[in-house]
Structure formats: structure tokens, C-alpha cells
T-cell receptor
Framework: AQSVAQPEDQVNVAEGNPLTVKCTYS??????LFWYVQYPNRGLQFLLK??????LVKGSYGFEAEFNKSQTSFHLKKPSALVSDSALYFC???????????FGPGTRLSVLP | DTAVSQTPKYLVTQMGNDKSIKCEQN?????MYWYKQDSKKFLKIMFS???????INETVPNRFSPKSPDKAHLNLHINSLELGDSAVYFC???????????FGDGTRLSIL
């Protein structure tokens, strides 16, 4: 069965600094990987996905993520953080055999002015 | 123009009652989902459904049942509500299982 780990409950970064939110996964076969963001009292919003192709994936709002097959990681990055990026971030995985999505436990990102 | 809408937004009810949450999507997607988010924000898939197949997470009690009157709707029925059912329930939709999911804003269910 697939699983997702987000090793940091909380990430704090100063506005203007680069940010990284970590994600590692375990899945049978080739992974389908996703990042979502959740603002308070809202549903999740899709940021980006990796299915195949270039290991560096660019997504919404200036976010990008790097797929690393050997380390089974899919870390989310942004070169310059904004205060408005403060939210809860979820990594998710689906294998290419089944139809079950598994979400990580979430990482709360706080960008300080 | 809301893509995935859920009603009600808040639901407060007594233990033992039966309740339903409605979900509608206007994106033309063929697959819909229900998720449960607990108080620690942990998100767990309950069901995924398209017009061909219902996939049920085996950990979901059979008191929970999805009902789809048509492709654009997937309602969630819950029988004999228990205290542990208190959570935020999210509906989502996608075009197939490999495409991004679009989420509603959730229904906060509180059991007294």
C-alpha cells in the first residue's frame, strides 16, 4: 500500500526567502504525485503534479517541485516566499495500478513579514 | 461560479440521527470523491466513484453510503451518527483518476 510522509509539521520562513516543504513517498510501480494547498475554512487547491517527464515540475503561484526517484521524494519549493503563501500544504500519491489517493499529514507553512 | 459545491456548510445534529450531505460539480468530470478531514487536519479518502465503479475505502463504516443520482452529483448519507463522525467532509471531482481533483469547501459536521 502506498504512503506519504511529510516530516515537518511546521515550516517557518521569512518573506522573500526561498522555501522548501518536504515530501517522501512509498508506492508500488510508478507514482502519480500531487501537491495541494489548503487555506483556512476552504477546500484543497491543486498546485502541481508529476506523472512522467521532466523531474522539475512547475505549478501555480510560482511553486515548483522536484521528483527524485532514487530518494522517493517530491519536495515543494518556491524561490521567494510571500506572506500570502502561509497555509497548510499536502503532498499526495496514487499508484498506477489502483485508484486510491493517499495524502500526507500536511505541513503548515508560516511566512513571516 | 462554484465548481464543486457542498451543502450544508455546517451540520449540527444529535448522536443516532441520520443525515445527508449533498455535492454537485459543474466541471463535467466523470469521477467524484468523498474525504474526511479530522481535527488534526489528517485527510482520508472515503469513496471514489464514477459512472462505472464505486471504490470504497475498507476502513469506512457501512453507516456511510454514497449515492449518485447522476454524473454531476454524489451525495453522502450517514446513518446512526456517532461522536467520532465529527469532522469536516470534503467532496471532490476529477476527470479520471490521474488528473487533479477540485475540492468543495467542506461540510463541518458536529455531533452533540
Amino acid at each position: 500500500a502506498q504512503s506519504v510522509a511529510q516530516p515537518e509539521d511546521q515550516v517557518n520562513v521569512a518573506e522573500g526567502n526561498p522555501l522548501t516543504v518536504k515530501c517522501t513517498y512509498s508506492v508500488s510501480g510508478n507514482p502519480y504525485l500531487f501537491w495541494y494547498v489548503q487555506y483556512p475554512n476552504r477546500g484543497l487547491q491543486f498546485l502541481l503534479k508529476y506523472i512522467t517527464g521532466d523531474n522539475l515540475v512547475k505549478g501555480s503561484y510560482g511553486f515548483e517541485a522536484e521528483f527524485n526517484k532514487s530518494q522517493t521524494s517530491f519536495h515543494l519549493k518556491k524561490p521567494s516566499a510571500l506572506v500570502s503563501d502561509s497555509a497548510l500544504y499536502f503532498c499526495a500519491v496514487r499508484d498506477n495500478y489502483g485508484q486510491n489517493f493517499v495524502f500526507g499529514p500536511g505541513t503548515r507553512l508560516s511566512v513571516l513579514p | 461560479d462554484t465548481a464543486v459545491s457542498q451543502t450544508p456548510k455546517y451540520l449540527v445534529t444529535q448522536m443516532g440521527n441520520d443525515k445527508s450531505i449533498k455535492c454537485e460539480q459543474n466541471l463535467g468530470h466523470d469521477t467524484m470523491y468523498w474525504y474526511k478531514q479530522d481535527s488534526k487536519k489528517f485527510l482520508k479518502i472515503m469513496f471514489s466513484y464514477n459512472n462505472k465503479e464505486l471504490i470504497i475505502n475498507e476502513t469506512v463504516p457501512n453507516r456511510f453510503s454514497p449515492k449518485s443520482p447522476d454524473k454531476a452529483h454524489l451525495n453522502l448519507h450517514i446513518n446512526s451518527l456517532e461522536l467520532g463522525d465529527s469532522a469536516v467532509y470534503f467532496c471532490a471531482s476529477s476527470q479520471g483518476h490521474s488528473q487533479p481533483q477540485h475540492f468543495g469547501d467542506g461540510t463541518r459536521l458536529s455531533i452533540l
